[in-house]
């Protein structure tokens, strides 16, 4: 006589179906966001939740320590709770299948919140994460509704396998459908019809002796693939086409405006020459590079509108809802040269560095001065609102602080007795460099050769030779604006408004 009674699976079977009913919710949520809308991909909005919601000091060490792998670290933790939620939730349906849908709901209900709170995403996002909570659930209920067939049916017992193996192979197709979905929104193709951005004024060619790249230094302009990158996208970057753009200047201004991209590109364009850095550059750190903007300046854009007595703070506003605070009256300092960036290094801006538009306003940390993929620009004070990083702590100028750094020796190499080459790199955007100085072993300080000068916007390479015994030695740099301020040996961390110190290399003579 057969046993019809229910089957209790046994607990790593139940565990493998929550786990394959996660993986059928994320794949399935981030396939309908790759055809509704990359940014309604449940995952990569709870993923900016959570990082939008972390501690400062959380954000902080991260962003001082991590560098890139932040990024991967977060969506592997994220993963990890999402398998072991899904795990428990399959064990919660052994006895009562209502138990562990309740859960697989809730996670549900946590990625439709977070979509609904991206600033991009429209109404028709919310059929990703509705779509993945469906998937989820019903992959569940499904397998779940398999492995409890009473144990004679073999048959049942094959076709749950078969079906189980089939889920998982269909979470990799989708999951890989909706990532080739996600980027197929035609920002690149848009990027590629943009075509020349041809400077009516050109940028002053940069002269052979602007750099010692023989002698171990970058090369004075850094090609568009190497040009560091630090932002708080996370999965992809912002992709919006061209034709689809448009920039707003409204809040305390006499005439509110809006501009799309024809009306940039189609004026005069200028093209200047301008050093970048980041903030959470620590001392000798690679986060700074220089490359030739095409653009207008800022300031026609902000007269045309008409500021008004009183806003000192132009707030930036990316497509992805990244917000930056940048003091007016730098922007509006001719000398300095602010622009909206159009192109870079003779092509339109790279994806990843803000196309179709972003912010350059040389002198000041990134933070507060290169709103990438900008599409809105809005004239109020400070005091009465607060941007994304100033919010969490960090400073309001953040005028870039002097610094230099040595390239060659690297730390730790053995070089051959004899003559020995140091070279390396100073900066102090919007001053100038006038002065480079070194020490080994905590010697007198020697002047360096300074590398032609192309503008007081941009950094400025550095040789000294010397004659050094074989054994350990301690190389030291510092570096003195043209204001006369030589940088400080004390050592500050990167955040909240930028590192201090003397970078220093141990290498070996031999």
Same mark, same amino acid.
């Given at each position: ?14 565990? =493998?179906?929550?786990? $394959? ?51 991967? $670290? ?37 990625? $439709? ?60 197709? *989708? ?18 019809? &943009? ?52 920039? /707003? ?51 026609? *854009? ?7 007595? =009183? ?14 605070? !940048?003091? !007016? ?102 001053? =100038?460099?006038?002065?480079?100085? &070194? /020490? ?5 300080? /020697? ?8 503008? &007081? ?54």
């Amino acid at each position: 006589m057969e046993n019809d009674s229910p089957v209790i699976p046994s607990r790593p079977v139940a565990a =493998g179906i929550g786990v $394959l009913s996660v993986l059928a919710a994320v794949t399935a949520g981030h396939l309908v966001a790759g055809i509704v809308d990359p940014d309604a991909s449940p995952v990569l909005a709870v993923g900016n939740a959570v990082r939008d919601l972390s501690p400062p000091s959380v954000t902080d060490f991260a962003i001082a320590n991590l560098g890139d792998t932040k990024k991967a $670290l977060l969506f592997g933790g994220l993963g990890v709770v999402l398998l072991v939620t899904g795990a428990v939730a399959g064990l919660l349906s052994r006895r009562r299948l209502w138990l562990g849908i309740a859960l697989a709901a809730a996670v549900g209900v946590v990625g $439709l919140v977070a979509v609904l709170d991206q600033p991009t995403v429209g109404v028709v996002g919310v059929t990703a994460p509705l779509a993945s909570t469906a998937a989820g659930v019903g992959v569940l209920w499904w397998l779940h509704t398999l492995a409890t067939r009473p144990a004679p049916d073999s048959a049942a017992r094959r076709r749950f396998l078969l079906t189980s193996a089939g889920v998982a192979v269909g979470a990799g197709v *989708l999951g890989g459908a909706g990532q080739l979905l996600a980027g197929r929104n035609g920002a690149a193709a848009s990027r590629a019809a &943009v075509g020349p951005l041809t400077p009516a004024f050109p940028a002053p060619p940069i002269p052979a002796g602007a750099d010692f790249a023989a002698a171990g230094t970058p090369r004075f302009l850094t090609s568009n693939r190497d040009f560091y990158r630090v932002d708080t996208a996370l999965a992809q970057v912002p992709a919006v086409r061209a034709e689809d753009w448009t920039l /707003r200047v409204h809040g305390m201004v006499e005439r509110e405006r809006t501009y799309s991209y024809a009306d940039i590109r189609d004026r005069p364009l200028v093209e200047r020459t301008i050093t970048m850095t980041c903030v959470s550059n620590e001392v000798g750190g690679p986060y700074v590079s220089t490359a030739n903007f095409v653009g207008v300046p800022l300031g026609d *854009l902000l007269a045309e509108a008409g500021v008004r007595p =009183g806003a000192d703070q132009l707030f930036s506003t990316s497509v992805d809802g990244w917000t930056a605070g !940048t003091p !007016t009256e730098a922007v509006l300092d001719t000398r300095r040269g602010a622009m909206l960036a159009l192109g870079m290094n003779g092509e339109p801006l790279p994806l990843e560095h803000g196309f179709p538009a972003r912010l350059v306003v040389p002198g000041l940390y990134g933070f507060v001065s290169a709103t990438k993929w900008v599409v809105d620009l809005e004239l109020t004070t400070f005091e009465a609102k607060e941007s994304y990083w100033l919010s969490r702590g960090w400073g309001r100028r953040a005028p870039i602080k002097t610094q230099s750094r040595i390239d060659a020796p690297r730390g730790f190499a053995t070089v051959p007795a004899g003559r020995v080459t140091l070279a390396g790199v100073a900066w102090a955007q919007h001053i =100038g460099v006038q002065r480079v100085e &070194v /020490r080994v072993d905590g010697g007198p300080w /020697r002047t360096a050769t300074l590398a032609t000068e192309v503008n &007081v916007r941009t950094w400025r390479m550095w040789r000294l030779d010397l004659r050094l015994e074989p054994g350990q030695h301690r190389a030291e740099v510092r570096a003195t604006d043209r204001r006369g301020r030589t940088q400080t040996d004390a050592r500050v961390a990167p955040i909240p408004d930028g590192a201090t110190g003397w970078h220093s290399v141990q290498f070996s003579v031999a």
